[in-house]
């Protein structure tokens, strides 16, 4: 056997472990008995610890070494030569973090989750404040495991976006925050009528309309389902055993535009190239990657003007009380009318990219220390005053709204707006490649998209940097110019069918 | 630290590996998309894999020396002593086996499962036969990699019943099938009219009223669910995880029996002794002593004239067009007529003993190559015929009825009867400590036997021998008398309440 076959004989398992993780994760999320918790803490520890003991064992070293010598004559883009680049790169990183410290960032992370969801519950912070210190604490461990960065930052943002700096972030940001803060100004009056979007909405019914729209939009019959849970997420145990949740709100349809985000996630995870599918080069490559996905199906897919004009009549059917009499024009102007508001998942396109703005700036203030965690929600809603023009109710609206930090997920919250970003890119690509491609969307014929995003960019897994993805993708790498060109000429026009 | 304690640092992963490979198997039997497969087989395979390569390591074998000396002193019965006399045992099988070849059985039996179900449904055994053929040369593998044992069945039988070998389960077996053939004969004739237990249950009443016995047999709120699937099952991730499952045939109220059964086993999950959680002394002793747990709860109590005095009237309610003109007396009776049929696990308490010793000749002829393969469903046949006097119209209701032998269970059968005979033992014992036992369950009252078998065999775990447990819970090691004599005196005087 050679080298490279040894190596990947060496990873599949340390593959196999996270992706139980993910399915233990989701069982977590949406079956486990409540009381299980401290049991499932201990396990996805273990997983944890000995996902990375096998790996950063000197054995993969070795083989690494003895591998990298194997494909030295081979293409760079082969599947093999990727993945020793990809592995090595890995193992780098990995070799330099004690599994009994990864171990304890799992368990820190699965034993914070009730901590705040309890501390949500009761709109209190302080109840949270302990297990948001020792997940913070453990995060600084971690940054001092690595040297020769430019700021710490930049260590917890690549386990999320490998090879992105915090500066190159920033850039990016501020160029968005530059021209996001004077359009959602501009924006601020619009008195679009969407009052017919709160009301009645069986969730059963709701659930019946979310099933339909993951078989539209397609995946493969038998290889996934759909579950509520209370935060919409998508996971799953490899291409055929894709999993997204979704939250059925009795009062309004949202879920309906989660489904369809999760879809993007889940669909990417479903065309993930299955030769790969026990190697690391065979996961998504970041998640900034994902999100351009799921943020792809959800905005430029599902609150586009074709779109509804196939998809509309299903949804008046399924909720005649509330839009029989709402024509299409008034509900896709509905669905897309710009209104500064708390909660993130629940902001419109032209809102979302502040509030992520305003965590990805917190969160360097953490890092940085220059904030103390208690002072975090005085901070928070200080930002949310200046750049939405919102005030702060109590802090389950506020720094509480979201689980990212219950996990030490510091660095994870930028790639959803790099996504965005993203996404709008690909999006461009793919309407040049594929000129029929609204049309065909009018007709609700979702193949061609679907396909084009599977050759384009879920079949490369990842075997490049998301950068380097982008570039092959569209010809591009990130660029806030299109996406700040489509929400100005979008919105500013005023959205109809 | 002790070696001890660095020996217990060891097994606690090996511990939670064994646990997440359950939660998996519940999922993949609850909520997996059914094209996930394939994956799961993969994810099984490596957590054996890791968990076997951990618990071999020569290190374990260093600390189990080291720890053995530091715990000589203490009394054989703590906790301490037994762990190391229990993990002593399962190191020296343990070592024998090559990792490969138990993450070889853990593939092959997860692949497997599917072509069993696809048989079944088709009732084509030919179909299963590579898959069965594949999974019992994996066994002979596994049974060559001992040596020094009276026959190659006790090997098998050891993983179920550890310390009980083959002899003596084939006296066990002797001593009931003398008794029991004839008494099923004698009880032949039984007309018992049951038909009103044949008609429409409508799976979302059983559900309820499953639901309500868990609740009144009693788990800790948060700590318990009962999900429906093929196949009724416990399974779980801890003590406060516990997962049982049932079937809902909307033509009968079966599920509700299923559903006692697995809440006696999901109530042993439930007490076992939680300090030694993470230690494989904190597991069940046996599936033997396991079932003890199932059939008490089933049939000691669930077919018993005090717990129906006091539940048949919510039955009664629930079921009203079934039931509104049937008298608890006609009911009790109809629940334990005798009747010879064709499924184990539809099996009345009389002729259920010959399903298993029926399938415990047959593994035995398996294993010492008196049966071929292929020949099984003729072998099934004529047994069916010869102890049951029932002809086998299909392979669906033969020789696939059950999924034991698509996993390459070889050894676990013989533990349902082993565990239905200790059962009486147990009963009897609980009544005689506790005289007012059955007046409390004619009231409804389940805490005095739930925490009399916590205090006299759950808490033992696995410290002991089966055969042990049983003799420092009843006084006796294993005797068929009491259920022999249980079942003369049950059925020969004819069962009302």
């Known amino acids: 056997m050679s080298s490279l076959e040894a190596l990947k004989e060496r990873l599949a398992p340390v593959v196999d472990l996270q992706r139980v993780a993910r399915v233990l994760g989701w069982d977590l999320q949406t079956k486990m008995p409540p009381a299980g918790g401290g049991h499932r803490a201990e396990q996805l520890g273990t997983l944890q610890l000995l996902a990375h003991e096998r790996f950063v064992d000197a054995e993969t070293g070795r083989l690494l070494d003895a591998a990298a010598s194997e494909v030295e004559a081979?293409?760079?883009?082969?599947?093999?030569?990727?993945?020793?680049?990809?592995?090595?790169?890995?193992?780098?990183?990995?070799?330099?973090?004690?599994?009994?410290?990864?171990?304890?960032?799992?368990?820190?992370?699965?034993?914070?989750?009730?901590?705040?969801?309890?501390?949500?519950?009761?709109?209190?912070?302080?109840?949270?404040?302990?297990?948001?210190?020792?997940?913070?604490?453990?995060?600084?461990k971690y940054v001092d495991c690595f040297d020769g960065v430019d700021e710490p930052y930049d260590?917890?943002?690549?386990?999320?976006?490998?090879?992105?700096?915090?500066?190159?972030?920033?850039?990016?940001?501020?160029?968005?925050?530059?021209?996001?803060?004077?359009?959602?100004?501009?924006?601020?009056?619009?008195?679009?009528?969407?009052?017919?979007?709160?009301?009645?909405?069986?969730?059963?019914?709701?659930?019946?309309?979310a099933k339909g729209v993951v078989e539209l939009f397609g995946m493969r019959p038998g290889s996934w389902r759909l579950d509520p849970t209370v935060h919409p997420f998508?996971?799953?145990?490899?291409?055929?055993?894709?999993?997204?949740?979704?939250?059925?709100?009795?009062?309004?349809?949202?879920?309906?535009?989660?489904?369809?985000?999760?879809?993007?996630?889940?669909?990417?995870?479903?065309?993930?190239?299955?030769?790969?599918?026990?190697?690391?080069?065979?996961?998504?490559?970041?998640?900034?990657i994902h999100e351009s996905q799921s943020r792809l199906w959800e905005n430029l897919v599902g609150r586009s003007v074709p779109f509804w004009r196939f998809f509309y009549p299903r949804v008046q059917e399924t909720f005649p009380e509330q839009l029989a009499a709402v024509d299409v024009d008034r509900f896709v102007a509905a669905i897309n009318k710009v209104q500064p508001s708390l909660i993130r998942i629940k902001a419109d396109e032209v809102t979302y990219g502040m509030h992520v703005i305003l965590r990805f700036e917190l969160e360097q203030d953490i890092v940085n220390g220059r904030v103390a965690l208690r002072d975090l929600p005085d901070a928070w809603n200080a930002k949310m005053s200046e750049y939405l023009g919102i005030d702060v109710p109590d802090d389950a609206h506020g720094v509480l709204q979201d689980?990212?930090?219950?996990?030490?997920?510091?660095?994870?919250?930028?790639?959803?707006?790099?996504?965005?970003?993203?996404?709008?890119?690909?999006?461009?690509?793919?309407?040049?490649?594929?000129?029929?491609?609204?049309?065909?969307?009018?007709?609700?014929?979702?193949?061609?998209?679907?396909?084009?995003?599977?050759?384009?960019?879920?079949?490369?897994?990842?075997?490049?940097?998301?950068?380097?993805?982008?570039?092959?993708?569209?010809?591009?790498?990130?660029?806030?110019?299109?996406?700040?060109?489509?929400?100005?000429?979008?919105?500013?026009?005023?959205?109809?069918?």
């Open 403 to 497: 689980t990212h930090w219950a996990g030490g997920m510091i660095g994870y919250f930028p790639t959803y707006l790099l996504g965005t970003v993203m996404s709008v890119q690909i999006w461009e690509k793919a309407v040049e490649d594929i000129p029929e491609l609204e049309d065909a969307i009018g007709r609700g014929e979702f193949a061609p998209l679907r396909e084009w995003l599977g050759d384009h960019v879920h079949r490369l897994g990842r075997k490049f940097s998301p950068q380097e993805t982008l570039r092959r993708a569209t010809g591009s790498t990130i660029d806030a110019k299109p996406y700040l060109a489509y929400l100005e000429s979008k919105y500013r026009a005023g959205v109809a069918a």
């Open 234 to 288: 998508a996971s799953g145990a490899g291409v055929n055993d894709v999993r997204i949740t979704t939250n059925y709100d009795p009062q309004t349809m949202k879920s309906l535009f989660s489904t369809m985000h999760e879809y993007g996630h889940g669909l990417y995870n479903h065309q993930l190239p299955p030769d790969l599918g026990r190697l690391p080069t065979g996961a998504p490559c970041s998640l900034g």
């Open 74 to 140: 081979l293409d760079p883009d082969s599947d093999d030569a990727a993945l020793v680049r990809v592995v090595r790169r890995d193992y780098e990183k990995a070799v330099r973090v004690p599994s009994e410290l990864r171990a304890e960032m799992a368990r820190a992370s699965a034993e914070a989750r009730p901590v705040w969801v309890r501390a949500k519950e009761q709109s209190d912070f302080s109840a949270f404040l302990p297990a948001l210190e020792r997940n913070v604490e453990l995060r600084f």
């Open 155 to 209: 260590i917890l943002l690549d386990d999320f976006e490998p090879e992105t700096s915090t500066a190159e972030v920033r850039a990016i940001f501020a160029e968005l925050k530059e021209r996001l803060v004077p359009l959602i100004a501009e924006l601020r009056g619009d008195d679009t009528d969407n009052s017919f979007l709160t009301g009645e909405f069986p969730p059963d019914r709701q659930e019946r309309l």
